[in-house]
């Protein structure tokens, strides 16, 4: 089961949304900075050595910029980026959701 956290200080909140999905939720620096579109860059096992990392562009919502997916390996890291290229990685520590 995926135990649902938020970090309010920097924008994020991760959400259990079903069997082995999570829901993520970001409000952080880039969409405080009116960032048009925002991505979720991702990748799951060893938060050192990500595997099969993607880039997901992120729905605008009431909530903020959300997105919906399926865990594998039981571990995935994150973190954002805007269209412009800048990112919020957590000051280079990223976030991390265990299922």
């Known amino acids: 089961m995926i135990q649902g956290w938020s970090d309010t200080p920097k924008g994020v909140e991760v959400r259990p949304a079903g069997f082995n999905e999570v829901n993520i939720i970001y409000n952080g620096l880039l969409a405080k900075s ?9 990748g799951f096992g060893d938060p050192k050595n990500w595997q099969n990392v993607s880039t997901i562009k992120m729905e605008r919502t009431q909530r903020g910029w959300e997105s919906t997916l399926r865990m ?3 571990l995935m890291s994150f973190c954002f980026k805007d269209s412009a290229n800048n990112w919020d990685n957590n000051n280079g520590y990223n976030w991390t959701v265990r299922a």
Do not use: E, K, S, T
């Open 34 to 42: 009116g960032a048009d579109q925002v991505y979720l860059h991702c």
């Open 72 to 74: 594998q390996n039981g």
